[in-house]
């Protein structure tokens, strides 16, 4: 069986988060989201791939130190996208691995959630693989034609409000490592945000399925994997439960 890669994007300028550095650097408890996340993938990867804005490598440098945690840092040097982050990652990768992919901001996944997705990726054989949940605030829309993964929309790209009802993908992934990375390196669309060229991620889901491959995506999600942190106002619902001890 491939191995399994983590790989964190954490070069985002955290803009709506309030902080001056790096939101992932934000300790819940004590401990910085980072490090929960990197705990709890440690099973698969105890030495996940972390890409970051080069200027803010001695704070992650201090945070991995002060909490023994070994990462291979990569180099995001321009805010160009999720999918340009995510091929800084190419050299320090085999090519036969499989990339476990989350985001940065998600620092309540269950060990579960993972578990399963894996489960699904392996039993189904899939090139790609997502986690899902059904929500009322779906900033991204997963769309289905009989049940099968289509595609998945970001409503910023679509210039829509999030949907009050629907399926959206909650930031962690599973695939083949040298399927997508060829993918990536080869169909880079150019995505408009605010005015400036973005290279993403999620349009390569509707490239896997145009092309044949086995993308899916299974709703597996639990109430705390789906609380990211984006706004202060975020904090306050993951502070209440944490403190609920749930």
């Known amino acids: 069986m491939a191995e399994y890669r983590v790989v964190i ?31 709890l993938l440690s099973v698969y990867d105890n030495r996940p791939v972390i890409i970051i804005n080069p200027a803010n490598e001695t704070l992650f440098n201090a945070v991995l130190q002060e909490f023994d945690q070994q990462a291979v840092l990569v180099f995001q040097h321009e805010p160009l996208g999720m999918g340009n982050a995510i091929l800084r990652a190419d050299p320090v990768i085999a090519p036969d691995a499989n990339v476990i992919l989350t985001w940065s901001d998600i620092p309540l996944l269950n060990a579960a959630t993972v578990q399963n997705m894996l489960h699904c990726h392996q039993v189904f054989e ?49 695939f083949k490592k040298q399927l997508v990375f060829d993918y990536l390196q080869k169909d880079i669309p150019a995505d408009m945000a605010g005015g400036r060229k973005e290279h993403g991620f999620l349009y390569i889901i509707e490239t896997l399925v145009r092309e044949g491959k086995k993308a899916e995506g299974y709703p597996l999600a639990l109430y705390n994997d789906v609380l990211s942190f984006n706004t202060p106002e975020d904090l306050s619902q993951i502070a209440d439960y944490l403190n609920k001890g749930i």
């Open 9 to 39: 994007p954490a070069g985002g300028r955290s803009s709506r988060s309030g902080l001056d550095y790096p939101k992932t650097l934000y300790r819940l408890a004590g401990i910085p989201i980072l490090i929960r996340i990197c705990r």
């Open 126 to 174: 899939n090139d790609f693989t997502m986690v899902t949940a059904l929500s009322n605030n779906c900033y991204t829309i997963v769309k289905r034609a009989k049940g099968q993964l289509q595609m998945v929309a970001e409503t910023r790209a679509l210039g829509i409000e999030p949907l009050k009802d629907g399926e959206r993908d909650i930031g962690l992934f599973v």
